[in-house]
Protein backbone atom coordinates (compact mmCIF):
# COMPACT_ATOMS: atom_id res chain seq x y z
CA UNK A 1 0.00 0.00 0.00
CA UNK A 2 1.71 3.35 -0.99
CA UNK A 3 -0.82 6.11 0.26
CA UNK A 4 -2.77 7.97 -2.25
CA UNK A 5 -0.34 9.87 -4.31
CA UNK A 6 -0.78 13.46 -6.37
CA UNK A 7 1.43 14.89 -9.01
CA UNK A 8 2.35 17.78 -9.35
CA UNK A 9 3.74 18.41 -5.68
CA UNK A 10 3.85 22.57 -6.98
CA UNK A 11 2.52 24.21 -9.98
CA UNK A 12 3.24 27.91 -10.68
CA UNK A 13 1.40 28.87 -13.92
CA UNK A 14 0.41 32.49 -15.25
CA UNK A 15 -3.17 33.95 -14.85
CA UNK A 16 -5.58 32.81 -17.74
CA UNK A 17 -3.59 29.56 -18.05
CA UNK A 18 -4.95 25.72 -18.12
CA UNK A 19 -3.36 23.54 -15.65
CA UNK A 20 -4.15 20.25 -14.68
CA UNK A 21 -3.91 17.74 -11.19
CA UNK A 22 -3.93 14.11 -11.13
CA UNK A 23 -4.71 12.01 -8.08
CA UNK A 24 -3.79 8.40 -7.74
CA UNK A 25 -6.20 6.97 -5.27
CA UNK A 26 -4.94 3.60 -2.46
CA UNK A 27 -5.74 1.11 -5.30
CA UNK A 28 -8.12 -1.19 -3.44
CA UNK A 29 -10.59 2.28 -3.10
CA UNK A 30 -13.96 2.49 -4.65
CA UNK A 31 -14.64 6.59 -3.57
CA UNK A 32 -11.98 9.77 -4.57
CA UNK A 33 -12.41 12.88 -3.48
CA UNK A 34 -11.26 16.31 -4.36
CA UNK A 35 -10.98 19.15 -1.58
CA UNK A 36 -9.17 22.61 -1.66
CA UNK A 37 -7.11 24.35 1.30
CA UNK A 38 -6.45 28.33 1.65
CA UNK A 39 -3.43 29.26 3.68
CA UNK A 40 -5.02 29.26 7.48
CA UNK A 41 -7.94 27.92 6.05
CA UNK A 42 -9.63 24.13 6.73
CA UNK A 43 -9.92 21.57 3.50
CA UNK A 44 -13.21 22.88 1.48
CA UNK A 45 -15.05 19.72 -0.05
CA UNK A 46 -14.96 20.19 -4.18
CA UNK A 47 -16.58 17.18 -5.65
CA UNK A 48 -16.56 13.24 -5.70
CA UNK A 49 -16.37 9.72 -7.28
CA UNK A 50 -17.80 6.39 -6.58
CA UNK A 51 -15.66 3.79 -9.06
CA UNK A 52 -16.11 6.54 -12.31
CA UNK A 53 -19.63 8.32 -11.09
CA UNK A 54 -18.97 11.93 -10.13
CA UNK A 55 -21.98 12.15 -7.70
CA UNK A 56 -21.43 15.53 -5.94
CA UNK A 57 -19.94 18.89 -6.63
CA UNK A 58 -19.42 21.61 -4.61
CA UNK A 59 -20.95 25.00 -5.70
CA UNK A 60 -17.34 26.50 -5.08
CA UNK A 61 -16.70 24.18 -8.33
CA UNK A 62 -16.87 27.26 -11.09
CA UNK A 63 -17.36 26.07 -14.79
CA UNK A 64 -13.74 26.57 -14.94
CA UNK A 65 -13.34 23.70 -12.61
CA UNK A 66 -14.05 19.82 -14.15
CA UNK A 67 -13.25 16.39 -12.77
CA UNK A 68 -12.54 13.38 -14.12
CA UNK A 69 -12.20 9.75 -13.35
CA UNK A 70 -12.60 7.98 -16.47
CA UNK A 71 -11.74 4.20 -15.25
CA UNK A 72 -12.68 4.43 -11.82
CA UNK A 73 -9.05 4.52 -10.59
CA UNK A 74 -7.23 7.84 -10.98
CA UNK A 75 -8.70 10.83 -11.35
CA UNK A 76 -7.62 14.62 -12.94
CA UNK A 77 -8.57 17.86 -11.49
CA UNK A 78 -7.97 20.49 -14.20
CA UNK A 79 -8.54 24.72 -14.16
CA UNK A 80 -8.74 26.43 -17.03
CA UNK A 81 -8.54 30.06 -17.41
CA UNK A 82 -6.13 30.50 -14.14
CA UNK A 83 -7.14 32.95 -11.96
CA UNK A 84 -5.41 34.23 -8.63
CA UNK A 85 -8.08 33.47 -6.50
CA UNK A 86 -7.51 29.51 -7.66
CA UNK A 87 -4.22 29.73 -5.51
CA UNK A 88 -4.43 27.05 -2.81
CA UNK A 89 -3.85 23.40 -2.05
CA UNK A 90 -5.20 20.72 -3.74
CA UNK A 91 -5.79 17.58 -1.54
CA UNK A 92 -7.24 14.74 -2.59
CA UNK A 93 -8.49 11.64 -0.72
CA UNK A 94 -9.76 8.05 -0.72
CA UNK A 95 -11.29 5.52 0.63
CA UNK A 96 -13.38 2.29 0.73
CA UNK A 97 -16.71 2.55 0.76
CA UNK A 98 -18.96 -0.51 1.85
CA UNK A 99 -22.54 -0.83 1.54
CA UNK A 100 -22.09 -2.78 5.09
CA UNK A 101 -20.12 -0.01 6.85
CA UNK A 102 -21.64 3.02 8.45
CA UNK A 103 -18.97 5.58 6.18
CA UNK A 104 -15.76 5.60 4.73
CA UNK A 105 -12.71 6.78 6.54
CA UNK A 106 -10.46 9.50 3.89
CA UNK A 107 -7.10 8.80 3.56
CA UNK A 108 -5.54 12.38 1.93
CA UNK A 109 -2.47 12.41 -0.47
CA UNK A 110 0.23 15.28 0.14
CA UNK A 111 -1.34 17.69 -1.73
CA UNK A 112 -0.63 20.10 -5.16
CA UNK A 113 0.10 23.16 -4.80
CA UNK A 114 -1.30 25.97 -7.10
CA UNK A 115 0.34 29.16 -7.63
CA UNK A 116 -1.04 31.42 -9.59
CA UNK A 117 0.76 34.81 -10.71
CA UNK B 1 -26.21 22.91 7.90
CA UNK B 2 -23.39 21.08 9.11
CA UNK B 3 -20.18 23.25 10.59
CA UNK B 4 -17.13 22.46 12.98
CA UNK B 5 -16.07 25.61 15.01
CA UNK B 6 -12.43 25.04 16.57
CA UNK B 7 -12.28 27.97 18.71
CA UNK B 8 -8.42 28.36 19.16
CA UNK B 9 -6.49 28.81 16.16
CA UNK B 10 -3.22 29.23 17.95
CA UNK B 11 -1.80 27.10 21.26
CA UNK B 12 1.07 26.76 22.61
CA UNK B 13 2.05 24.21 24.90
CA UNK B 14 5.56 23.29 26.52
CA UNK B 15 7.18 20.30 26.41
CA UNK B 16 5.61 17.64 28.24
CA UNK B 17 2.64 19.27 29.35
CA UNK B 18 -0.94 18.03 28.66
CA UNK B 19 -3.14 19.41 25.55
CA UNK B 20 -6.65 19.99 24.38
CA UNK B 21 -7.82 20.82 21.22
CA UNK B 22 -11.42 22.03 21.38
CA UNK B 23 -13.91 21.03 18.74
CA UNK B 24 -17.71 21.92 18.70
CA UNK B 25 -20.30 21.06 15.62
CA UNK B 26 -23.22 21.84 14.50
CA UNK B 27 -25.40 18.88 13.07
CA UNK B 28 -28.82 17.25 12.80
CA UNK B 29 -27.99 14.06 14.30
CA UNK B 30 -24.68 12.11 15.83
CA UNK B 31 -21.95 12.45 12.70
CA UNK B 32 -19.10 11.20 12.24
CA UNK B 33 -16.08 12.88 13.83
CA UNK B 34 -12.66 12.73 12.93
CA UNK B 35 -9.45 14.29 13.83
CA UNK B 36 -6.68 15.07 11.32
CA UNK B 37 -3.23 16.25 11.71
CA UNK B 38 -1.17 18.37 8.71
CA UNK B 39 2.45 19.56 9.45
CA UNK B 40 3.78 22.03 6.81
CA UNK B 41 3.30 21.62 2.98
CA UNK B 42 2.40 18.25 4.02
CA UNK B 43 -1.35 16.38 3.15
CA UNK B 44 -3.80 15.26 6.46
CA UNK B 45 -3.24 12.08 8.46
CA UNK B 46 -5.43 10.42 10.32
CA UNK B 47 -5.19 10.70 14.36
CA UNK B 48 -8.50 9.50 15.27
CA UNK B 49 -12.29 9.21 14.62
CA UNK B 50 -15.42 8.11 16.19
CA UNK B 51 -18.50 6.16 14.30
CA UNK B 52 -20.27 4.94 17.44
CA UNK B 53 -20.22 2.82 20.38
CA UNK B 54 -17.80 4.31 23.26
CA UNK B 55 -17.25 8.26 23.34
CA UNK B 56 -13.44 8.33 24.41
CA UNK B 57 -11.83 7.04 21.62
CA UNK B 58 -8.18 6.13 21.18
CA UNK B 59 -6.24 6.80 18.38
CA UNK B 60 -2.39 7.30 16.96
CA UNK B 61 0.93 8.87 18.70
CA UNK B 62 -0.56 8.66 22.08
CA UNK B 63 -4.02 11.22 20.96
CA UNK B 64 -7.16 10.18 22.64
CA UNK B 65 -11.35 12.55 21.80
CA UNK B 66 -14.15 12.53 23.35
CA UNK B 67 -17.53 12.96 22.17
CA UNK B 68 -20.16 14.31 24.41
CA UNK B 69 -23.90 14.32 22.81
CA UNK B 70 -25.05 17.24 25.23
CA UNK B 71 -22.16 19.68 24.09
CA UNK B 72 -21.58 19.21 20.69
CA UNK B 73 -17.85 18.56 21.04
CA UNK B 74 -15.50 16.37 20.42
CA UNK B 75 -12.10 17.25 21.85
CA UNK B 76 -8.55 16.01 21.19
CA UNK B 77 -6.29 15.63 24.37
CA UNK B 78 -3.06 14.32 24.93
CA UNK B 79 -1.45 13.57 28.70
CA UNK B 80 1.88 14.62 27.00
CA UNK B 81 3.18 16.94 24.86
CA UNK B 82 6.63 16.13 22.32
CA UNK B 83 8.23 18.65 20.19
CA UNK B 84 7.09 16.11 17.07
CA UNK B 85 3.55 17.15 17.67
CA UNK B 86 3.65 20.94 16.70
CA UNK B 87 1.73 20.79 13.70
CA UNK B 88 -1.89 22.28 12.74
CA UNK B 89 -4.86 19.99 13.53
CA UNK B 90 -8.23 19.65 11.95
CA UNK B 91 -11.61 18.84 13.37
CA UNK B 92 -14.02 17.20 10.88
CA UNK B 93 -17.43 15.55 10.59
CA UNK B 94 -19.06 13.76 8.18
CA UNK B 95 -22.94 13.11 7.31
CA UNK B 96 -25.10 10.17 8.01
CA UNK B 97 -25.60 9.51 4.77
CA UNK B 98 -24.10 8.39 1.71
CA UNK B 99 -22.22 11.41 0.91
CA UNK B 100 -19.18 10.60 2.53
CA UNK B 101 -18.16 14.52 2.44
CA UNK B 102 -16.11 16.20 5.67
CA UNK B 103 -16.79 19.51 6.68
CA UNK B 104 -13.74 20.39 8.25
CA UNK B 105 -12.94 23.44 10.92
CA UNK B 106 -10.78 26.03 10.71
CA UNK B 107 -7.71 24.05 12.31
CA UNK B 108 -5.52 24.92 15.43
CA UNK B 109 -2.14 25.48 15.17
CA UNK B 110 0.06 23.66 17.88
CA UNK B 111 3.54 25.44 19.05
CA UNK B 112 5.30 23.04 21.28
CA UNK B 113 7.93 24.87 23.45
CA UNK B 114 11.02 23.18 24.50
Known amino acids: DTGVSQDPRHKITKRGQNVTFRCDPI?????LYWYRQTLGQGPEFLTY????????KSRLLSDRFSAERPKGSFSTLEIQRTEQGDSAMYLC???????????????FGPGTRLTVL | AQSVTQPDIHITVSEGASLELRCNYS??????LFWYVQSPGQGLQLLLK??????LVQGIKGFEAEFKRSQSSFNLRKPSVHWSDAAEYFC????????????FGQGTTLQVKP
Open chain 1, 93 to 107: ASSLALETAPTDTQY
Open chain 1, 27 to 31: SEHNR
Open chain 1, 49 to 56: FQNEAQLE
Open chain 2, 27 to 32: YGATPY
Open chain 2, 50 to 55: YFSGDT
Open chain 2, 92 to 103: AVGARSNTGKLI
